[in-house]
C-alpha cells in the first residue's frame, strides 16, 4: 500500500492554531488549512478554548457596533471581558 496519492497537511501547531485563529474564524483559510485546524480544535482542549473565547469576543464586538469600554459588558463572564480589555488594548494605540 502507497499514501503517496494522499496529501496530507503540516499538521497545525497550537502556536500556528493562534495564528490562523481570527482567519479560521473569518472563514478565509483555504479548505485543507481550516481542515488542519478543525482537527487540531477537535484534539486540543486548550486552542479549543481560544477559539471559543475568541468567537465570543468578535460576536461581542460586532454586536456592539462601535467600541466601547469593557465596563459596559457587565453581564458579560470574567474570561470574556478579559478578552475584550486584550483587544482593546492592541487597537487602541499607547500614548
Ligand atoms: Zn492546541
Redesign the pocket.
Known amino acids: 500500500m502507497s499514501d503517496e496519492t494522499f496529501f496530507e497537511p503540516d499538521p497545525v501547531t497550537?502556536r500556528q492554531?493562534v495564528a490562523f485563529a481570527s482567519d479560521y474564524l473569518d472563514g478565509v483559510l483555504s479548505s485543507e488549512r481550516a481542515r488542519a485546524v478543525a482537527e487540531?480544535l477537535a484534539a486540543?482542549a486548550?486552542?479549543h478554548d481560544h477559539i471559543d473565547q475568541l468567537r465570543t469576543t468578535i460576536e461581542l464586538t460586532r454586536t456592539a457596533g462601535q467600541a466601547r469600554p469593557p465596563g459596559e459588558y457587565p453581564g458579560a463572564p470574567a474570561h470574556v471581558r478579559e478578552a475584550l480589555l486584550a483587544a482593546f488594548r492592541a487597537r487602541r494605540p499607547q500614548r
Open positions: 497550537c492554531l487540531h486540543c486548550g486552542c
